[in-house]
């Protein structure tokens, strides 16, 4: 936690801490006291014996700015804290019980932030006269109402989260719930905006100094220093100069450490957005060869630098897909799915990631292209809908304007073109009424409508893949079945491939004609739909389909539990990834990763492997058993085949001829219903 | 599938927990109010678990919070063991509301997440001054080690371990029914089962009575002895879980389950059993709500709202046309 927040805050907190001390020191610090006049030369520039000068009175400017710092930095922690006394509880109490004590203090809070500020200074200063006291009370009494509110804003969003919901199931009183549950909620952000508070203390303090409104001569203030150097500003600039930059510098302290405190405390975006380079230590390629199909996947990887260690999201991943097929990618959360959509569409987070493997789109390398040419292949030839339908939707502007966006831009339609076009699309989607719908906004439709909508914004310029992404999980169940429907249906009509991403099985049993599995940002098993769901062979798949609950089964009935957890990507287990968790791993598991095997070939022989190895061992370079070739009975192949592109196909497990029939691969030493047609794993689950 | 009607519930002395006639309203802006449930009824008998399954806005995690009085429903009665909950308030309130316990959907939004582990299960000792030795036997019923939730905080746990603090901050005070909202749709199916599992242990090792709230009609089954099936608000139908799955009476319920994918039930596609989109919970339709998607509305079901009648043995169903007799 404190890695994160960063030199900035740490410089500003150090010189607030110099500030802070120099004036709680200031009496017995070795300079001569703020109001002796004559310490030096009346006027004379910085010095060894008054590093920042002297004044018009021959008074030392750095004992001046040290003593200023009292009020100055009083000012600024006072008001902020005065603010605080009076503001927050009334903000807690205010958004915590909401009803009548929320609307009586709200309507307290607008009346006094709409009475003018600097009247109301002036007004305290005449009658009760300018003191510290006096300037303490008012900017404290003015900043209460910003921390009223403020302060009810954090207690809302905390309130209403379930942990406050249970503890009041518990029987805890409120005076509990609100000191254990809520104000430790709160306090975070309510520091970081004290100490953004105290820079506008500081300023506000400065400000009315300036104005003579502060404490009055002779205990020196910033304010009042800058004010007084004013007058002979042509002959010692240094005079002002030195509170301005001791200000502007303590000023700039504050707001930094109130800005990354906040920063520790908001939720951060997940940008998606092209890469703007090449990431300059790119993975190596395995050899392979660009097939002759829509769009070919081979040896993709997607690492993460990150302060842990490297995280493989995607490690290897190879596959093809036709027109008019789906592939399914199942796995659990973190087997890098998601990734691996991201890794071939080239929208990878910002930050330190190292790419490999090569994306073909009918045979052109996407990865060589530069962003530009890139950005024009999104949305035209690639499209993606993803599950929350709100990220791909503007909020505040129209769907009607959403839709015709891309039609203008990418196919050259003129608005009223544009227009009929997205009314097409929009029916097309089976929403009812599209001329209505194109006026609304995306709040006033339903997350089905909306899963539609971004269905149409895809479709708009006529890819030839859709990428989909969980695109019915946010949704009901009825509304699921239409959605998958639609798109199964476009996907006749427009001739496209569908590449559909999704944890949920039967979902893929019912949609996709070929399945991939993955598990630990590797691919597990793949192959035609039924073949991997009827005659599993990797015991994860196995163990996925038992644990789901079936209807046909009686009620109570054991699910199959998977035990341990999916492995930390940054620190995989050796060998094959599951094993820690896999019932058949054997020692050979936790030492050699297993290639993609051919379900049609014998199973890998037990115990060490006699012809060869078929992995040569996970490999210290990271070259990816993946694509090695099948360990073939009769032969010990190379680990790596060596091959010019020209060559045709050199290596079988790279590009299935998934223009006909995909084949089923698996990885794994201990294969489930190997040799025999079915075993109990196959049986179990049939669907 | 307007459900309203009382005809279902058993006799008093048989069930622990009996709700009549609920309503829930919430103000729904310009003067206007959502009933997110409107007339609904229940009752679980002692060690019993009732599913409750139905879409998003049918009402279904409302009325379980109004069960627990947070907030209290607008109507309706809630009885717990004979106790009128609705009728209580203040300290006696408080302290009958303990005998009910609750988990919710979000495992991270379930747990403050500025507390140890420990504290947080913990804090229904510290509200009812009950010994710590209930903390560390609840922490090991649920499978977690008490030496590491003394230290860790909630970030640092996966989401199926938040879930586990969850169950097991709600099992501390011994309460007689636990209210469980979603409790698995948020965790991956590996995790989801061994949930669904420890449910099961903990259910029987302390006696417990369960509502178990979801959208997964195989996952409510998983766990139910009857489901519940609610539709915008209203009860559809009410049966022993492989009754309502091998013989689904209401339209809804059977939409439901067709639109499961490959659920090795015989039904008809789910796009001939329901069509278009629920209407907005603040102008419900008249009679029967769930008409306007139905494909055997009848100039009836605008008029009368059904009730619910038994059509079979502990098989209750608010229809006017239910399907019958069919394998």
């Known amino acids: 936690m404190l890695r994160r927040l960063g030199p900035a805050f740490w410089i500003g907190s150090a010189w607030i801490a110099v500030v802070l001390a120099a004036g709680l020191l200031a009496d017995v610090l070795p300079m001569p006291r703020y109001d002796e006049t004559l310490a030096g030369p009346p006027q004379a520039g910085p010095s060894a014996a008054h590093p920042l000068g002297t004044d018009g009175l021959g008074r030392d400017v750095l004992s001046r700015v040290v003593h200023g710092s009292r009020v100055s930095l009083g000012v600024g922690v006072g008001a902020v804290l005065l603010g605080l006394l009076v503001g927050a509880p009334l903000g807690v109490l205010a958004g915590y019980r909401r009803r009548a004590a929320d609307a009586v203090i709200m309507a307290g809070t607008d009346i006094a932030l709409a009475f003018p500020a600097l009247v109301f200074a002036l007004a305290v200063v005449a009658f009760a006269g300018a003191s510290l006291r006096n300037v303490l009370i008012v900017l404290g009494v003015l900043g209460a109402p910003a921390w009223t509110r403020l302060i009810r804003g954090a207690t809302l969003s905390v309130a209403q989260r379930e942990f406050v919901l249970a503890a009041r199931a518990l029987g805890a009183r409120d005076r509990r719930i609100l000191w254990r549950e809520i104000v430790p909620n709160v306090t975070m952000p309510a520091a970081s905006y004290a100490f953004i508070g105290m820079a506008v203390a500081v300023v506000a303090e400065g400000g009315l100094a300036f104005l003579g409104l502060s404490v009055q001569a002779p205990t020196p203030t910033w304010g009042g220093l800058i004010n007084e150097g004013r007058a002979i500003m042509e002959n010692a600039p240094h005079l002002v100069l030195a509170p301005s930059v001791v200000m502007f510098l303590t000023v700039l302290s504050f707001n930094l450490v109130g800005d990354r405190l906040r920063a520790l405390t908001a939720v951060r975006e997940s940008g998606l957005e092209p890469v703007r380079r090449a990431a300059p230590a790119s993975l190596p390629t395995a050899p392979h060869a660009a097939g002759d199909v829509l769009l070919q996947v081979a040896d993709l990887r997607t690492h993460f630098v990150a302060p842990h260690g490297t995280v493989k999201a995607v490690d290897g991943v190879s596959l093809t897909l036709e027109r008019g097929r789906t592939l399914a990618v199942v796995g659990e959360s973190g087997s890098g799915k998601s990734m691996l959509i991201r890794s071939i569409l080239g929208l990878l987070p910002a930050g330190q990631v190292l790419r490999g493997g090569k994306v073909y789109l009918e045979g052109e390398d996407l990865t060589a292209y530069p962003p530009e040419r890139m950005r024009r292949v ?41 227009r009929a076009e997205a009314a097409r699309l929009l029916a097309s989607v089976g929403i ?71 944890h949920d099985l039967s979902v893929v049993a019912e949609w996709a004609d070929e399945v991939v599995v993955m598990y630990a940002g590797r691919v597990v098993e793949r192959g035609p739909t039924a073949e991997v769901l009827e005659r599993t062979r990797m015991p994860y798949t196995e163990a996925l389909l038992q644990a789901v609950p079936k209807l046909t089964d009686p009620p109570h009935r054991r699910l199959r539990v998977i035990t341990g957890r999916p492995p930390d990507l940054a620190a995989l287990p050796s060998g094959c990834a599951f094993h820690p968790r896999c019932p058949h791993a054997d020692p050979r598991c936790a030492t050699e990763t297993p290639p993609l095997i051919p379900a049609s070939d014998p199973p890998p022989a037990a115990g060490p492997p006699a012809a060869g190895p078929p992995a040569a061992g996970p490999p210290a370079d990271g070259t990816p058993p993946a694509h090695q070739p099948p360990p073939a009975a009769d032969g010990p192949p190379s680990a790596v085949t060596p091959s010019s592109p020209a060559e045709p196909r050199p290596l079988a497990a790279a590009v299935p001829p998934s223009s006909t029939a995909p084949e089923h691969l698996y990885a794994c030493w201990h294969p489930r219903g190997a040799g025999t047609a079915i075993t109990e794993g196959a049986e179990s689950h049939g669907r | 599938m307007a459900g309203s009607g009382t005809a279902h519930l058993r006799p008093a002395e048989q069930v622990v927990l009996r709700v009549a006639d ?29 599913g409750i399954v139905g879409e998003s806005g ?62 947080i299960v913990a804090e229904g000792t510290r509200v009812w001054g ?35 603090v969850s169950i097991a901050r709600a099992l501390v005070p011994e309460p007689e029914v636990l209210i469980c909202d979603e409790p698995v749709s948020a965790l991956d199916v590996s995790v989801q089962a061994q949930i669904l599992g420890l449910l099961e242990d903990l259910k029987h090792r302390y006696r417990l009575t369960l509502v178990f709230i979801a959208h997964d009609l195989a996952v409510v089954k998983n766990v139910s002895d009857r489901i519940l099936v609610m539709y915008l608000g209203k009860v559809c139908e009410l049966a022993p879980s492989t009754v309502l799955v091998d013989h689904p009476a209401h339209p809804y319920t059977r939409a439901l389950l067709s639109a499961i994918p490959r659920s090795g039930l015989d039904l008809p596609p789910s796009d001939h059993l329901i069509t278009g989109e629920p209407p907005s919970p603040v102008t419900p339709p008249t009679g029967c709500r769930f008409r306007t998607r139905c494909p055997k509305a009848a100039p009836r079901c605008e008029s009368e709202e059904p009730a619910m009648r038994a059509i079979d043995d502990d098989h209750w169903v608010a229809c006017h046309f239910p399907e019958q007799g069919e394998e």
């Open chain 1, 378 to 418: 999104l949305g035209t030839r690639l499209a993606a809908v993803f599950q929350d339908p709100m990220t791909a939707l503007n909020p505040v502007r129209r769907i009607g304007t959403q839709l015709a966006e891309p039609l203008r831009v990418h196919r050259g339609m003129s608005r009223r073109q544009a």
């Open chain 1, 432 to 502: 009812p009424d599209p001329a209505r719908t194109l006026r609304r906004y995306p709040h006033e439709l339903s997350g089905g409508m909306r899963q539609r909508v971004t269905i149409a914004m895809a479709l708009s310029c006529g890819p030839d893949v859709l990428f989909a992404d969980e695109p019915t999980t946010a949704l009901d169940v009825t509304i699921q079945d239409q959605v998958l429907r639609l798109v199964h249906r476009l996907r006749g009509e427009r001739d496209m491939a569908v590449l559909l991403v999704s």
């Open chain 2, 22 to 50: 609920l309503v829930v309203a919430f103000p729904a802006g310009r003067g206007r109010e959502v009933r997110a449930v409107s007339g609904v009824s229940f009752d679980v008998a002692r060690g019993e678990t009732l």
């Open chain 2, 58 to 119: 049918c009402g279904k995690s409302s009325a379980a919070r109004a069960l627990m009085q947070l907030p209290p429903p607008r109507a309706g009665s809630v009885r717990l063991d004979g106790v009128e909950l609705t009728a209580l308030r203040g300290e006696e309130l408080r302290r009958t509301r303990r005998r009910l316990q609750m988990v919710f959907q979000d495992p991270i939004s379930s747990l403050n997440p500025r507390r140890r582990i420990r504290d």
């Open chain 2, 130 to 164: 009950l010994g710590d030795s209930r903390v560390d036997e609840m922490l090991e019923a649920v499978g977690l080690d008490p030496k590491t939730a003394a230290v860790r905080r909630p970030h640092e746990f996966s989401g199926g371990q938040c879930q586990r």
